[in-house]
Antibody
């Protein structure tokens, strides 16, 4: 069965960086794009970006360009999302999700990132 | 402000049908058949319930259906059940610089 397992919760200080991982299993990793989405406490979903199956192409939401980097390691079926220059309003649950026909069909369990001094 | 507009809340009684709208523009909802809908229960990850406007993933109840007219997409839930109480989000592929956008979400209350 398809599973996306994300890394654990993080607490970071303003200005720091965070790197979240998402390990995939149960399907052919290199046949699907992957999205990253975040959700601030009590707020809606916010799309951050997408990485292609081979990991050599990314598209980021304009809001995050210059601060976010998405990578993937096909040898371990793992996607990574790194967000830099963290601010308090980056406090959110970060999700990875598999792409299927321009929809997000399987999601990770989410990783809580708290930015606080 | 979200790119796609949804009502903040809707409600219905068990057994009734409700419809949630999702309004965008010709650059997103109106321009592509890549509208999807997600159900999210508190503390849980979102779950895909509709993709490509009106297709259901395997295992999703046929009580959920989607449609689109012009720049507005809709999710209809028939035969409301208590377990349907959740937040619902629409999403669309878009030609803009940010290629995927979400609606602000709709809280469904089953009375």
């Amino acid at each position: 069965q398809v599973q996306l397992v994300q890394s654990g919760a993080e607490v970071k200080k303003p200005g720091a960086s965070v790197k979240v991982s998402c390990r995939a299993s149960g399907y052919t990793f290199t046949s699907h794009y992957a999205h990253w989405v975040r959700q601030a406490p009590g707020q809606g979903l916010e799309w951050m970006g997408i990485i292609n199956p081979s990991g050599d192409s990314t598209t980021y939401a304009q809001k995050f360009q210059g601060r976010v980097t998405m990578t993937r390691d096909t040898s371990t079926s793992t996607d990574y999302m790194e967000l830099s220059s963290l601010r308090s309003d980056d406090t959110a649950v970060y999700y990875c999700a598999r792409d299927y026909r321009h929809a997000l069909d399987f999601w990770g369990q989410g990783t809580m990132v708290t930015v606080s001094s | 402000q979200s790119a796609l507009t949804q009502p903040a809340s809707v409600s219905g009684s068990p057994g009734q049908s409700i419809t949630i709208s999702c309004t965008g523009t010709s650059s997103d909802v109106g321009g592509y058949n890549y509208v999807s809908w997600y159900q999210q229960h508190p503390g849980k990850a979102p779950k895909l319930i509709i993709y490509e406007v009106n297709d259901r993933p395997s295992g999703v109840s046929n009580r959920f259906s989607g449609s689109k007219s012009g720049n507005t997409a809709s999710l209809t839930i028939s035969g409301l059940q208590a377990e349907d109480e959740a937040d619902y989000y629409c999403s669309s592929y878009t030609v803009s610089g940010t290629p995927w956008v979400f609606g602000g979400g709709t809280k469904l209350t089953v009375l």
